[in-house]
């Protein structure tokens, strides 16, 4: 897959809409009840970050941004301001053996809950713990798959976790760029859609 490990403005992406969407297909009866069939099994984000056009500045950084994509030819990382960090984060159980350790953000609600995987962790913001102490060395991360490595294998029943922030992955969901010219030297892209993606 093309992907670029690059971050979408942080500053344009601030304030934009969306946010996670399932695909569910619902089946009414005659009688009036429901067969409801969740087609994924996590979600899947989408945004519209127009609103956080503000200058020319950022219009002409835009511009150059979609070109370097070609649209929707080449996934970006994107960082969802109401959701890109995690704090003391349960990834694991040592075992004697396991060296590696997937990141991921765990999401509860009652007794229900969903695991999203995090592939893409922001430099310089990873922090693992073993069994509650932070992790200064012995350790690396690989930014663009979000495993953790141990160079020794935490010891069997210590708790690994971590904080860290995250980006998400994403493409463009347009191939044309639409920009009015709303007044002198500044223009508006009235629609900015982006998608995750799964890698």
Same mark, same amino acid.
């Given at each position: 897959?093309?992907?670029?490990?690059?971050?979408?403005?942080?500053?344009?992406?601030?304030?934009?809409?969306?946010?996670?969407?399932? %695909?569910?297909? @619902?089946? !009414?009866?005659?009688?009036?009840?429901? +067969?409801? &069939?969740?087609?994924?099994?996590?979600? $899947?984000? %989408?945004?519209? @970050?127009? !609103?956080?056009?503000?200058?020319?500045? +950022?219009? &002409?950084?835009?511009?150059?941004?979609? $070109?370097?994509?070609?649209?929707?030819?080449?996934?970006?990382?994107?960082?969802?301001?109401?959701?890109?960090?995690?704090?003391?984060?349960?990834?694991?159980?040592?075992?004697?053996?396991?060296?590696?350790?997937?990141?991921?953000?765990?999401?509860?609600?009652?007794?229900?809950?969903?695991?999203?995987?995090?592939?893409?962790?922001?430099?310089?913001?990873?922090?693992?713990?073993?069994?509650?102490?932070?992790?200064?060395?012995?350790?690396?991360?690989?930014?663009?798959?979000?495993?953790?490595?141990?160079?020794?294998?935490?010891?069997?029943?210590?708790?690994?976790?971590?904080?860290?922030?995250?980006?998400?992955?994403?493409?463009?969901?347009?191939?044309?760029?639409?920009?009015?010219?709303?007044?002198?030297?500044?223009?508006?892209?009235?629609?900015?859609?982006?998608?995750?993606?799964?890698?």
């Amino acid at each position: 897959m093309t992907f670029h490990e690059i971050q979408f403005p942080p500053d344009i992406a601030y304030g934009a809409q969306g946010g996670p969407q399932y %695909s569910t297909t @619902v089946v !009414s009866t005659a009688s009036g009840y429901e +067969q409801r &069939n969740s087609s994924w099994s996590a979600a $899947r984000g %989408s945004w519209n @970050v127009a !609103s956080g056009l503000k200058t020319q500045t +950022q219009l &002409n950084t835009l511009i150059a941004f979609f $070109r370097a994509r070609k649209g929707r030819a080449y996934g970006f990382r994107f960082k969802d301001w109401s959701d890109y960090q995690a704090t003391g984060q349960a990834i694991g159980t040592g075992d004697g053996a396991t060296k590696t350790f997937q990141l991921v953000k765990s999401y509860s609600s009652g007794s229900y809950g969903e695991t999203r995987t995090i592939k893409k962790p922001v430099a310089g913001t990873v922090v693992p713990y073993l069994a509650g102490v932070a992790q200064a060395s012995g350790w690396s991360v690989d930014t663009t798959t979000g495993i953790l490595s141990f160079l020794v294998a935490p010891a069997t029943g210590i708790a690994v976790t971590a904080d860290f922030q995250f980006d998400v992955p994403v493409r463009f969901d347009t191939d044309q760029m639409s920009v009015s010219l709303e007044q002198y030297n500044l223009g508006q892209w009235s629609g900015i859609p982006i998608i995750e993606i799964r890698i």
